[in-house]
C-alpha cells in the first residue's frame, strides 16, 4: 500500500459530512422537515461514494484498479461489487487503536456498523428518497410519522457509518500491510497512518 493524500483528503470529507448531518438534525442550520431530511440523505449518499472511492485509491498495488472501468466509475454500487471480485477483504475494518512507542495495538468494535451489504442498501435508500419518481407518482404529503421514520433512518445510519469509520484500517490484498485512520474530535484534523506487520507505524499525515 502506498500513501495517497487523496484518501486523507476522502477521511476528512466523511467526517465533515457526518457532522453536519448532526448539525442539521440537532436544528442548528435553517433547514428543517422534509427538505432537511433530503440533505441529509445527500450527504449519506455522497459519504457512499467517498467510501467507495478510497476503497480503490487504498489497494491501488492492484493492477486491474487502474483500468477505466474502475477509474471512471463513480458508482458506489457498483465499485462495491467490483471491488470484491479482486480483494474479499477489501472494506474498511473499524478497530479501536492505542498507539504507543510508534506500535499500534488494535481491538474489535462491538457495534453495529456499516457493513459492504449495508452500504449497498442505503445507497438504495438515499436514491429513493432523493428523486421524485415520474409525474404520474408524485406527490408531496409529509407527514408526521413519515417524518420521524426517516429522521430515524438517517439518524441509525449516519452512527452505523460513523463507527465504521472513526477509526478504521484497511488491509492490503498481497502483504501484512494497513493503512490506519482516526476521526479524532470535531474540530481535529483526520490522522492517516500506514503500518506494517512487526514493524513501526509509519508517520501520520494530515490534511
Known amino acids: ?78 465499485l462495491m461489487k467490483q471491488l470484491g471480485g479482486l480483494h474479499q477483504d477489501f472494506y474498511p475494518k473499524p478497530r479501536t487503536m492505542t498507539f504507543t512507542n510508534r506500535n499500534v495495538q488494535l481491538g474489535e468494535i462491538d457495534a453495529p456498523y456499516l457493513t459492504k451489504s449495508s452500504l449497498q442498501k442505503l445507497v438504495v435508500i438515499c436514491g429513493k428518497k432523493l428523486h421524485r419518481g415520474s409525474p404520474k407518482k408524485y406527490a408531496f404529503n409529509p407527514t408526521p410519522e413519515g417524518l420521524a421514520t426517516d429522521r430515524q433512518t438517517i439518524i441509525n445510519y449516519g452512527n452505523e457509518v460513523f463507527r465504521l469509520m472513526e477509526s478504521h484500517l484497511m488491509t492490503d490484498r498481497d502483504a501484512a500491510q494497513y493503512i490506519l485512520c482516526q476521526f479524532r474530535e470535531r474540530n481535529s484534523l483526520v490522522n492517516v497512518a500506514f503500518a506494517a506487520a512487526g514493524n513501526e507505524v509509519g508517520a501520520t499525515t494530515k490534511v
Not at 8 to 15: A, G, H, R, S, V
Not at 23 to 47: K, M, N, W, Y
Not at 50 to 62: D, E, G
Open 1 to 78: 500500500m502506498e500513501q495517497d493524500a487523496r484518501y486523507t483528503d476522502l477521511m476528512q470529507e466523511i467526517k465533515e459530512r457526518l457532522y453536519t448531518i448532526e448539525d442539521v438534525l440537532s436544528g442548528r442550520t435553517a433547514l428543517h422537515g422534509p427538505l432537511a431530511h433530503e440533505f441529509c440523505f445527500l450527504q449519506l449518499r455522497i459519504v457512499c461514494e467517498c467510501i467507495a472511492y478510497a476503497c480503490v485509491i487504498a489497494h491501488a498495488y492492484i493492477k486491474e484498479l487502474q483500468a477505466p472501468k474502475f477509474q471512471k466509475e463513480w458508482s458506489a454500487d457498483k
